[in-house]
């Protein structure tokens, strides 16, 4: 069975402030992995996907298979940065498997 | 073109009660998914639909809960004899096809159950 874990329910960074959102996963095959985010009023949303490697919004993501993790990373947050995060995990089935999310606040 | 639609936006009912809540899903999306979000919880999977069968209904908590869909459009999501432990969002998502992992949500329907 898969399952995808987000240690922190809340993180508090300052505008400009580098930002880091942990994301392990367990599933004994080879899995796509997914940031979405929901914006205060707004449906959630893909972010980015890892086999894209790209970077959105300045948000990257690296898998790392050995580590099992795919954390969400931003070098200088914004305010508009602030929102709900959810690390996902795509695998046999079709389902997304999500974690319970992290909820960033950029401060002024 | 139009995203993927829910409604009702919120529905408040009498435990006990039955309700339907519906999905529009984008259209040519054949893939269509029904999650559950309860308060301060992360997205719970309820089923996944390929066309109109549904070959993963895994994550159905009860036989109060059944859905069905028409072709590739509308889906409905049922829930008998609704308990206060039902109260969520439920959130409807499409995607274009199997394995096509991005899928796009709809708004949702903020269940009550009182």
Known sequence: AQRVTQPEKLLSVFKGAPVELKCNYSYSGSPELFWYVQYSRQRLQLLLRHISRESIKGFTADLNKGETSFHLKKPFAQEEDSAMYYCALGAAGNKLTFGGGTRVLVKP | ?114
């Open chain 2, 1 to 114: 073109g139009a995203g993927v639609s829910q409604s009702p936006s919120n529905k408040v009912t009498e435990k006990g009660k039955d309700v339907e809540l519906r999905c529009d899903p984008i259209s040519g999306h054949t893939a269509l998914y029904w999650y559950r979000q309860r308060l301060g919880q992360g997205l719970e999977f309820l089923i996944y639909f390929q066309g109109n069968s549904a070959p993963d209904k895994s994550g159905l908590p009860s036989d109060r809960f059944s859905a069905e869909r028409t072709g590739e459009s509308v889906s409905t999501l049922t829930i008998q004899r609704t308990q206060q432990e039902d109260s969520a969002v439920y959130l409807c998502a499409s995607s274009l096809g199997p394995r096509r992992y991005e899928q796009y949500f709809g708004p949702g329907t903020r269940l009550t159950v009182t």
